[in-house]
């Protein structure tokens, strides 16, 4: 069974920069891909951005390409989101997935496993 625990949400300033970590436990990480993606209130999940199963792929939401980068540790069995210049607008719960296979989606309900997310909260 796989566990996948967010951290690092927080209050930051527009402008600012932000890192999230995401700690997976379980045999499925070493292969598989991961996601980050985004719930504020009121609007559905969005993909945020997603890393191959061996870290060679990345894909970003246009909203947010040349501000985050993700990255993955298979060693240390982490996935990160480094936030930079970020905007009121980028407030949501965060949530880390992973699916089995090196290939990415952008669709929520192709990845089987779940943080519980993390808030972050920019202000103006």
């Known amino acids: 069974q796989v566990q996948l625990i967010?951290?690092?949400?927080?209050?930051?300033q527009a402008g600012g920069s932000l890192s999230l970590s995401c700690a997976a436990s379980g045999p499925s990480f070493t292969y598989g891909a991961m996601a980050w993606f985004r719930q504020a209130p009121g609007k559905e999940r969005e993909f945020v951005a997603a890393i191959s199963g061996r870290g060679g792929r990345t894909d970003y939401a246009d909203s947010v390409r040349g501000r985050f980068t993700i990255f993955r540790d298979n060693v240390d069995s982490t996935v990160n989101l480094r936030m930079s210049s970020v905007q009121p607008e980028d407030t949501a719960v965060y949530y880390c997935a992973t699916?089995?296979?090196?290939?990415?989606?952008?669709a929520p309900g192709m990845y089987g496993y779940w943080g519980r997310g993390t808030q972050v909260t920019v202000s103006a």
Do not use: A, F, H
């Open 99 to 106: 699916r089995g296979g090196d290939t990415y989606s952008r």
């Open 6 to 12: 967010e951290s690092g949400g927080g209050l930051v």
